[in-house]
């Protein structure tokens, strides 16, 4: 028999009569044993999500002394769900020592992680299933990073026997003791990390979306549906903005080679995305399996002449950016120019000017240009790299759609083509391509 871990996230936890149709979901396939959850996301269009009102109570903290101003949300929002379930818990006794430990501790990653605790909680109760704590299993390293080993036996040990368990999302244990969160949507990661330490033979990842589409459905109407795609397509597509899942939970998963199947919770017998090891990948008969893009990237170009001959130029430019603590995201070149694509919240305000002066006397380079607002768009797949004429397709697209391309850049890996263009022409872009290659 398969063994199933499945995530839930924050609108499938929204509510009680969402938790029902949840707990109906888990209970229909004895192959579902170990879940983790979100904390409640929004109930309607302009609700709040419980994360964010949690951070509002970390500021309430820090302005305050304490919570308790934003704290009557978070009851109101749990003690709902009880009631509508009709749970008989202490939901009260557990808020009230929430209520306290928020107070005391002054974390925001404390405070932020209790969503999915208490959602944890309140759904281990539902199921008869045990509860077991993040913070016991999941530790971060001294750098914040996970880690692997430590995690990996502790969630091992913790299952074994175990029929099913609850397992709430978002934190782990820190190096100093302390609760520690991933980014934001970061329990699709923890979701991976049980299905990999458990030994799980599916990861599901239940949501309010029936899977990948091919691009965003607010830019184009009612695009293709993503049946199969490789975890390379899908950390490409994820980390260039195609946020059905986050783009670092592909990793504790790939190792053991666990497919990942994206579910919808309203929608439960439409089949989803897979996401497969590239072993057991089946071309579509598509050359594009998706197109994604994000906004808001600054582009330093360097020109200087001879600056192939220059040994350890490339070197020096990128110490100045590490010495600045700036993440890069490509980097284009020709013979005697660079350029260094940058997320511009990386180097906002005077932190450019200190760069650009820090590469000019590290390089002394002959011009050095700044192009702001710029977007990226990545068009992805493997069908790509067998494919004579792709990239001349989807150039002649873009020049046909009147889109002025600002920089162009090729994964190594033939299975992308990234081009960068002005901000306001990004949505504009991704419906040219889509419409070139669906
Ligand atoms: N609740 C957290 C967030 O809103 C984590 C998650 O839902 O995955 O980001």
Redesign the pocket.
């Known amino acids: 028999m398969g063994l199933k871990v499945c995530k839930f996230?924050?609108t499938s936890m929204a509510d009680g009569n969402v938790l029902d149709r949840v707990k109906n979901i888990i209970l229909s396939d004895a192959e579902r044993r170990y879940i983790v959850v979100?904390?409640p996301g929004k109930r309607y269009g302009d609700d709040v999500?419980v994360?964010d009102i949690l951070y509002a109570c970390f500021d309430a903290v820090q302005r305050e002394g304490r919570c308790a101003s934003e704290f009557s949300r978070i009851r109101a929002r749990y003690t709902g769900i009880c009631r509508e379930l009709g749970l008989d818990m202490d939901i009260n006794g557990l808020l009230d020592e929430t209520e306290k430990a928020i107070d005391a501790e002054e974390s925001a990653d404390f405070t932020a992680s209790r969503?999915?605790y208490l959602a944890a909680k309140i759904m281990a109760k539902l199921l008869g299933a045990e509860f077991v704590d993040a913070a016991d299993v999941i530790f971060f390293t001294d750098a914040g990073r996970l880690d692997d080993e430590a995690t990996n036996g502790a969630i091992a040990k913790r299952l074994e026997g175990c029929a099913m368990a609850v397992i709430p999302?978002?934190y782990g244990m820190g190096a100093d003791g302390k609760i520690r969160t991933f980014s934001?949507?970061?329990?699709?990661i923890t979701g991976a990390i049980v299905a990999g330490a458990a030994g799980a033979t599916l990861y599901e990842n239940w949501t309010d979306v029936s899977g990948f589409y091919a691009c965003d459905p607010r830019i184009v109407n009612s695009p293709r549906g993503i049946a199969t795609m490789s975890y390379k397509e899908l950390r490409e597509l994820s980390y260039m903005g195609a946020n059905v899942l986050h783009p670092d939970s592909i990793f504790p998963v790939r190792k053991s080679n666990i497919p990942v199947q994206i579910k919808n919770t309203f929608r439960p017998d439409d089949a989803g995305t897979s996401i497969i090891p590239i072993s057991q990948y089946v071309p579509s008969g598509n050359v594009v399996t998706g197109i994604a893009g994000h906004k808001n990237f600054t582009v330093i170009h360097i020109e200087k002449s001879h600056m192939n001959d220059e040994i350890g130029f490339v070197r020096k430019v990128l110490s100045v950016l590490e010495n600045y603590n700036i993440a890069i995201e490509h980097i284009p070149s020709g013979i005697d120019t660079m350029s260094v694509v940058i997320e511009s919240a990386q180097v906002s305000g005077y932190k450019l000017e200190k760069v650009l002066e820090g590469i000019k006397n590290a390089v002394r380079p002959d011009v050095v240009r700044v192009t702001e607002n710029i977007a990226l768009i990545a068009t992805v797949g493997h069908g790509m790299s067998s494919s004579v004429g792709t990239s001349a397709r989807l150039f002649k697209a873009l020049a046909e759609a009147g889109i002025n391309i600002k920089m162009i850049d090729q994964g190594s890996s033939e299975m992308n083509i990234i081009v960068g263009v002005q901000n306001e022409d990004c949505e504009k872009c991704i419906a040219a391509i889509y419409h070139e290659f669906f």
Do not use: L, N, W
Not at 184 to 188: E, I, P
């Open positions: 996230g924050g979100s904390a999500k994360t969503g999915e999302g978002f934001r949507g970061g329990s699709d």
